[in-house]
């Protein structure tokens, strides 16, 4: 079982920037690793992910943070990364990690983490 641990959340004022971390217990290669986040009274929906093979990573990101948020991998695999940028007070949620074994990219498939290993979230918000 894949244990993943976030760091990085905060509280910052719109138009601002954070960068989450997510550091995986066992190295990542043919596995998603996506970040998903939770608002209060809402859905948990996905954010971004990102599938790193030999031949390289292949990103994905919801409508709502194309542009303003990019999701990476370290080399080593160990961590993954989403850096935030003009944040918004609409992207105040609680932001959680997730990777699930996969020999092909995830893309919008975004239900196939709900069979993977998550973190136990990060609080991110975003004052105006």
């Known amino acids: 079982q894949v244990q993943l641990m976030e760091s990085g959340g905060g509280s910052v004022q719109a138009g601002g920037s954070l960068r989450l971390s997510c550091t995986v217990s066992t190295f990542t290669r043919n596995t998603c690793m996506g970040w998903f986040r939770q608002a209060p009274g809402k859905e948990r929906e996905g954010v971004a992910n990102?599938?790193?093979?030999?031949?390289?990573?292949?990103?994905t990101y919801a409508g709502s943070v194309k542009g303003r948020f990019t999701i990476s991998q370290d080399s080593a695999g160990y961590t993954v990364y989403l850096q935030m940028n003009s944040l918004k007070p609409e992207d105040t949620a609680t932001y959680y990690c997730a990777a699930v074994r996969s020999f092909t990219a995830c893309g919008n498939a975004w239900y196939r983490f709900s069979s993977g290993s998550w973190g136990q979230g990060t609080q991110v918000t975003v004052s105006s």
């Open positions: 990102i599938f790193t093979s030999a031949s390289g990573g292949v990103t």
